[in-house]
């Protein structure tokens, strides 16, 4: 992701999810649509940007919006997990 996306502040959010601050939503979608493209990859099992998320096993269904306030990324934030 560094070599595509250069720096950008990565840390754990819990066990095994990590969050990555991005600094405009275009780089947020940038950046969650790559971990998407690489989920196989990286055992990611699901991506969440704004009031979006994608999970693995329903990926036929694309980006759905997260119903439940408490579960939507925070606002510049990108969460992807295992």
């Excluded at 095994?16 to 099992?45: E, I, K, N, Q, T």
């Amino acid at each position: 992701m560094t070599r595509v996306f250069g720096a950008l502040p990565v840390r754990a959010a819990t066990d095994p999810a990590v969050s990555v601050r991005v600094p405009d939503a275009a780089a947020g979608w940038a950046v969650a649509c790559w971990l998407v493209a690489h989920a196989g990859s990286y055992g990611l099992g699901q991506v969440r940007y704004q009031d979006y998320q994608w999970t693995f096993g329903q990926a036929a269904h694309g980006w759905t919006r997260v119903a439940d306030a408490r579960l939507r990324a925070a606002a510049g934030v990108v969460l992807a997990s295992g």
